[in-house]
Structure formats: structure tokens, C-alpha cells
């Protein structure tokens, strides 16, 4: 009877392990094996954030603190054909806003930008190595996404952009402090106050991506760095990696009350209700 | 050095390729949102199709407006 007891703990155990290992969201999947954790985006058209999506990358945020202790390495990438991530759900914002008291829909943002900016930090300081393996469009938070990792692997028609400021906004989910603790200054203000985008041989000579390679190769690129890795002492890189990788902590605050503060200006709501509403056939276009 | 022909020719002939649209039905002075039957996002496909091939950067605000090849070959010509 006691080792019934015993084995239904264990096949519990063993389900919960399952649970944290191999999860298909509606928006995003994630699994891991031979100590790889991928995490796979899949949201039309091209994984805009929005509610939806940080309830899951939370799900996704609490199963890696579980994982990551038999993992040393992630991947995200995307399985959507236009891109990595096209950023922010503008729609779902714009529309969320609509009916709500200003103060409300202030707090809504905050709250918002606040959960993201704990799933960033996670994946930032997470104690493997992680990589973002893009394509196409990778874009605002998209953009933001693979800066939290340590790596970027790009397919030769990824392009990087901060299209924020055509809104009146700021990047929000930490993508200025985190461009500038990796390239400088300068990178940070051509991107931001120009609002062009670049593509991945571009990002390659400044610095941001580490490798470029062919047409939907990137996963496999970021697949083979994995299992390189891999080879060496897990603690050891974990070490290197909290010393060559501050979260620059006061930064990112500053720029969740930046954002907050120019969100409630009328400028943005009609920034984002031109966007909205535009049958522009450019409207990513800065 | 390309000429500015040689490199219009060299985008529709991409852009054709790319898009899998027959060559021929592609000219110069085309509406190539119309021709192409593209949206923003492939639009974006085009510009870097168009840098990598050319080795150019080409700022996206350089290029609002432009919706014909002729012009774009311009845009590009500027630079190379």
C-alpha cells in the first residue's frame, strides 16, 4: 500500500515534469530535449504581443524555472512566416484603451508593461545560454524579445527596427537599456529617433547579431550553438554570463514611467488610432 | 558601376523571381503594390532583397512614397 502511495507521488512528480517540459499554447509552444529548451512562436500574423501572449510567456516564464536546471540552453524563434515578431499588439492596445477612464487605462499599461518586463528580466538573466533565432520582421517588442537573449542569430532577411516613436512612445518592454548595455549610445539613437530599420548584415556589422546565415536557416544555426554550448561546465557559464550581463535594473524602470507618462497624451491615442485604422500599404513602414 | 538601366532591370528581374511573377509583366513604371499584389510585410521582403543584392542601405523613410520601379531603381542608383 505504502509503495502505491509512493508510486502515484512519483507518477505525479513525473506529471508535473511533464507539464513543465512540453507545453503547446495557443500562441506559443515550448518543449525541451537532450537539454535544449525551445520556445516557438505561432501567433498570425506575426506573433504580435498582447494579452494573450503575455499570459502565456508567464506560463512559459514559471515552466523555465523549473527547466532550466536541466537545461543549457534556449531557443525562441518563430514559426510564423513573416517574421519573428512584428512587436506590440497595437490593436489590442488602441482597442483596450477605448471606454476606459484614463486613469484606468494608465494603470492597464503599467500593469501590462510590468508583467512583460518580469518575463524579459527572467529570460535576460535565465542561468543558460539564450539564443533568438529570427527572420523577417523583428520589430518593437519583437525587437526587444531577442535583445533579452544572449545571442541573435539571424536569417539574411530578418530586419530590426523601434517604430515606437511614430506612435509618440517610447520601446516599453526594456529594449533601450537593453540595446545600450550591448552596443552604446549611438546605435541606440540612430535606430530610436529615425525609426529606420536595418537588416541582419547591418545588425551583424554593429555588432547586434552574431551570426547571419542563409534563408530559413536560423534555427538550425541556433540549434548547432546549442549543442556547442552545451559542451562546456554549466556552472561556469553561468558565472560568465551574470558577469558580462548586468540587468541594467534602474534603466528599465525608468523607462516603464517614460512610457506610462507620454501614453496618456492625446498624440499617442491618435498615433495609435491612425495606425489602427490606416489602409497605408506600409503602415510598418516608419 | 551599374547604370541606372542596368539597375532597374536588375529589380524587376528580382522582384519577378521573388515574388514569382512573370518577368515580362513587370515595366518600369508600374505600381508595384498593385503589380506585385504585396503588403507591407513583403515590402519589407523586397527592401532586403533589394540591400543584399545591391549592398546598400536603404532608409524605409527614403522610400515612402515610392510605389513604382522606376523610382525605387533611383532611390538605389543614389546609392550605389
Redesign the interface.
Known sequence: MLENVGDARVSEAKSEIQFASKCAGSVLSWSIADGVIELALHREPCNELGSVSLDELEKFAAALERMQAEAHALIIYSEMKPGFCAGADLRELYQRSQGMEKAEAAKGVRDFLEQIHRVLNQIDAAPLTTIAAVHGVTFGGGFELALACDLIIADKMARFCFPELRLGLIPGFGGIPRLKRDLGNAVVRDLLLTGRSINATKAQQIGLVSQVVGEGEALRAARATAVQVGKFDRATAAAAKKFIKPIPQDELRREIDIFCELFGRPAVQAGLRRFVESTDAQPYLP | MKTAEQTLDEILSLAAAHFKVPREKLRPDDDF?KTLGI???Q???L???L??HFRV?L???E??GV?DFRTLAGKIQARL
Open positions: 503594390f503588403d507591407s510585410l515590402t519589407l521582403d527592401l532586403t532583397k540591400e543584399n542601405e532608409p524605409d523613410y522610400l515612402q510605389s
